[in-house]
Nanobody
Framework: QVQVVESGGDLVQPGGSLRLSCTAS????????VRWFRQAPGKERELIAH???????LVTDSVKGRFTISRDNAKNTAYLQMNSLKPEDTAMYYC??????????WGQGTLVTVSS
């Protein structure tokens, strides 16, 4: 049974930091591309970062220099380190381990709120 669980979301002040975690089971995590999406209220879900099985990674321009994606295959976990948070980063954050078009999995999301 596949499980994907995100955690680490919280209320944080502008300029603050959070680290999100994504822990998965039920498939070979080390072979998956892990993608982080976010969805702000009233907006579409957007891809903000991904990390490949070989550890190479990419983040979208809107978070470049502030967010870092990483993974620990021994723990079946991926991370999203978020620094210098802005109010516009407020969103539900989702992890999506991707094996192929027919096999990719979603967690329930974790809420990040950036507000003073």
């Amino acid at each position: 049974q596949v499980q994907v669980v995100e955690s680490g979301g919280d209320l944080v002040q502008p300029g603050g930091s959070l680290r999100l975690s994504c822990t998965a089971s039920g498939f070979t995590f080390s072979t998956a591309i892990v993608r982080w999406f976010r969805q702000a209220p009233g907006k579409e879900r957007e891809l903000i970062a991904h990390i490949n099985a070989d550890g190479s990674a990419l983040v979208t321009d809107s978070v470049k220099g502030r967010f870092t994606i990483s993974r620990d295959n021994a723990k079946n976990t991926a991370y999203l380190q978020m620094n210098s948070l802005k109010p516009e980063d407020t969103a539900m954050y989702y992890c999506n381990p991707y094996l192929n078009f027919a096999h990719h999995y979603w967690g329930q999301g974790t809420l990040v709120t950036v507000s003073s």
